[in-house]
């Protein structure tokens, strides 16, 4: 386990803002972590961690590039952790702006995909059925990702991490219940750790006058779902029937960043008309990097309250209809229909709901993504979350309905800047009493 430290200003109390930004048909969110003072007197706010998941849109260049800008603008260029789901188009395509703005992450953690996957989502971006704008030097960038993720991915952040999807695993293990060391109040030193091997970061406290344990208070914790493998055979039979070889000659090809780096510049005909004989399968999605960003520790152990974000930006009216719970819980395009995909779900993230207060549902809220299942554990209705426009009639119906029934709000967030959905919550961390 590494660990670096991010603060020595923290006195119990961590504040937390999520943005769902406004690209309509794709995926861009973030959250800031701040620690210090915010009331009606003073705001004494000093920023300790910036996070992003995906950054993409099926829309024009200029709806990802204006939403970068407003959160460059709000948050600087300063960027700990990025986090991508997967390689569709709508969720990397603003990565090249992120990068021509002057935004590099310090460490970027992305699924570990087989090239003839990359090579599917490259297909989709440029065939004529898929209604977004990749052209020029984002298509260039798309093609070079593609072809060799991890060098290109180290031109975005400073250290990649891409992770296999790993067998299904248990991970209900106990929460935390301890409380912070008495002293906390007068300051104690934020660390942000990493344990590749459990797909794991946390944000640990610990006090710096006394000798004693660090505390985690925070986690991130992430999962690829394992590979179901629905559409790559078809999609690999097709492009192999359309360059003219065999499917060997073609594994061969694929699994050289050179030759692979050929097909997504030259060969964009016959990777079209491969895709297009896809038919019904070619929305469909087999690969997602999942995320839960909220509390480390048991229920009792903090409180929390909603509070103005320091960018003042006003909240939409629904958020806020349920008491305040701060976890996050991203589901990227991830394939939650079946029985199987579900049930490893929530055996990594079944515990972790009791904090979740936002959901962000997969695939835009596709009814091919969704089980009903998605909600069971939470301890109250989850703000959900999908970035969609009517696009592929996302939200379908039945998602929207099935949210409605459990008592959730269903927001979606448009292209429309009046639709972006800022949270702020302030959580403060019980400490053991002073003698």
């Known amino acids: 386990m590494s660990a670096r430290r991010i603060s020595q200003e923290f006195r119990q109390r961590l504040l ?25 007197v003073s705001s004494e706010l000093t920023p300790v961690l910036h996070v992003i998941y995906d950054c993409g849109t099926h829309r024009a260049r200029a709806v990802i590039e204006r939403e970068v800008d407003e959160y460059v603008r709000r948050h600087g260029k300063d960027l700990d952790l990025l986090f991508i789901s997967h390689f569709d188009r709508d969720h990397i395509s603003g990565l090249p702006i992120l990068q021509q703005k002057g935004v590099k992450a310090k460490r970027v953690v992305a699924p570990l995909l087989d090239p003839d996957e990359r090579l599917l989502a490259f297909a989709k971006a440029i065939s004529p059925v898929d209604t977004g704008t990749t052209t020029g030097t984002d298509l260039e960038f798309y093609g070079r990702l593609v072809a060799d993720p991890e060098a290109v991915l180290g031109e975005v952040a400073d250290q990649v991490e891409l992770v296999d999807p790993e067998p299904i695993t248990d991970d209900q293990q106990a929460l935390d219940e301890s409380l912070l060391p008495e002293d906390a109040e007068d300051g104690m030193e934020l660390r942000l750790s990493r344990t590749p091997a459990q797909k794991l970061m946390r944000i640990h406290a610990n006090s710096p006058t006394v000798q004693s344990p660090e505390y985690p208070i925070w986690e991130f914790r992430y999962h690829v779902l394992r590979r179901i493998r629905r559409q790559q055979p078809a999609f690999r039979t097709a492009l192999a029937r359309e360059l003219g070889i065999s499917e060997a000659c073609l594994q061969t090809m694929l699994a050289n960043p050179r030759k692979l780096q050929v097909l ?172």
């Open 16 to 40: 937390v803002n999520y943005t769902q930004w406004a690209v309509g048909a794709g995926f861009f969110h973030s959250q800031d972590f701040y620690v210090g003072i915010r009331d009606d």
């Open 264 to 435: 997504v510049t030259r060969r964009h005909i016959e990777l079209r008309r491969a895709y297009d004989s896809l038919a019904g399968m070619r929305n469909r999605n087999d690969t997602s990097l999942c995320l839960y960003s909220g509390p480390a520790k048991a229920r009792g152990t903090y409180r929390t309250y909603r509070s103005r974000a320091p960018h003042g930006h006003i909240d939409r009216p629904e958020v806020g209809a349920w008491g305040m719970l701060p976890g996050w819980l991203g589901t990227g395009d991830a394939p939650l229909a079946g029985v199987h995909e579900m049930n490893e779900f929530n055996a990594i993230f079944g515990a972790r709901k009791v904090h979740v207060g936002t959901l962000a549902l997969p695939h835009h809220g596709s009814r091919h993504n969704h089980r009903d299942e998605i909600f069971s554990g939470f301890t109250q209705p989850p703000t959900c979350i999908v970035g969609a426009d009517g696009l592929y009639g996302h939200p379908n119906q039945k998602v929207v309905l099935a949210a409605s029934l459990i008592g959730s709000t269903l927001l979606p967030v448009t292209a429309a800047t009046a639709s972006r959905v800022d949270e702020s919550c302030t959580i403060f961390f019980r400490a053991n009493p002073r003698r």
